[in-house]
């Protein structure tokens, strides 16, 4: 299923699209001919409740993967760098990132929702419990698993940007074991402290954090304002246009027009950048909406899912 997470975006958002026909999508395929589809909705929840079950005590032990991750780990990494290749293939190609950024993110808000929730369901009614889960959700949030640059995944996996951003339609013709390999050794290097911070953070707020980190990052990494039709949102100049202009500590950038990550921002930098990513004639349209209808949507497909075990 990480193989062809475009499959399972397919799948679970065909779920809450009231035009389409009960989903039949396929999502999982080989080119030897093996292949699962998922006719309705509780074969599809049951199927990513299954991969919860792969090893669950694992998934907060990362020494113990090797080179095999436990089948979550596997689809969580695969769906976060699908996302992110995406937002990067369309901040390079696309003027008119706000619009579609937003159905990206709603897309994969359903995903990780529809993903996590049905997980949580099936640790739940194994009754092994979603205490690894949560912790591996935990970690991955505390190491910044949404903040890894495209750019270092790309490098990582061999990849490189095309003319016009080919890095998510390049990403998607390969093999998603290399990228899950790729994202554990960014994020994860050896003696990590990740697990021992926010431990009372939930499942489903570390969820939601990975989901605005990624859309965030992305949005940073990509800087899709320079290609805007609309003058004036792009950091430097909405700064200068709203009393950050004698105000040299508060960019958020370095000499190169590239962003600074936000954990290394100032707390100057970081009021500047906040006031400039929630301002709708600022990057409101790049960074906080998409990560509204992102959170709306994963909102919508966790909570039925969630509910189950209420």
Not at 83 to 112: E, M, P
Not at 187 to 210: K, N, T, V
């Amino acid at each position: 299923m990480s193989y062809h997470i475009d499959d399972v975006h397919r799948a679970i958002n065909s779920l809450s699209d009231v035009k389409a026909r009960p989903p039949h999508d396929l999502v999982a395929s080989s080119h030897d001919g093996f292949s699962i589809v998922l006719a309705n909705p509780k074969q599809l929840a049951g199927a990513l409740g299954d991969l919860a079950l792969d090893r669950p005590q694992d998934l907060a032990n990362r020494a113990t993967w090797s080179t095999n991750p436990p089948a979550l780990a596997r689809l969580i990494a695969a769906e976060t760098v699908y996302t992110k290749l995406h937002l990067a293939d369309l901040a390079a190609s696309d003027s008119n990132y706000s619009a579609r950024a937003s159905a990206i993110a709603q897309q994969s808000g359903a995903a990780l929702g529809y993903i996590t929730g049905a997980a949580s369901v099936g640790l739940h009614v194994a009754g092994v419990g979603t205490d690894h889960f949560n912790s591996f959700m935990r970690d991955m949030v505390s190491m910044g698993a949404g903040n890894v640059p495209v750019d270092k995944l790309a490098g990582t996996l061999g990849i490189a940007g095309g003319p016009a951003g080919k890095l998510a339609s390049t990403m998607l013709g390969m093999g998603y074991d290399n990228a899950v390999g790729a994202f554990g050794s960014a994020l994860f290097p050896d003696g990590a402290e990740g697990a021992a911070r926010a431990q009372s953070a939930s499942l489903e707020e570390s969820s939601r954090a990975l989901l605005t980190q990624q859309i965030q990052s992305s949005a940073l990494d990509g800087q899709p304002w320079l290609k805007a039709t609309q003058p004036g949102t792009d950091p430097a100049t909405w700064l200068n246009q709203n009393g950050f202009a004698d105000r040299p500590g508060a960019r958020f950038w370095t000499a190169d027009g590239s962003m600074i990550p936000v954990r290394d921002m100032t707390d100057q930098q970081y009021d500047a950048f906040t006031r400039w990513a929630t301002a709708p004639n600022g990057g409101a349209a790049y960074i906080t909406v998409p990560q509204q209808e992102a959170l709306q949507s994963f909102t919508a497909q966790y909570e039925p899912l969630d509910r189950q075990t209420r």
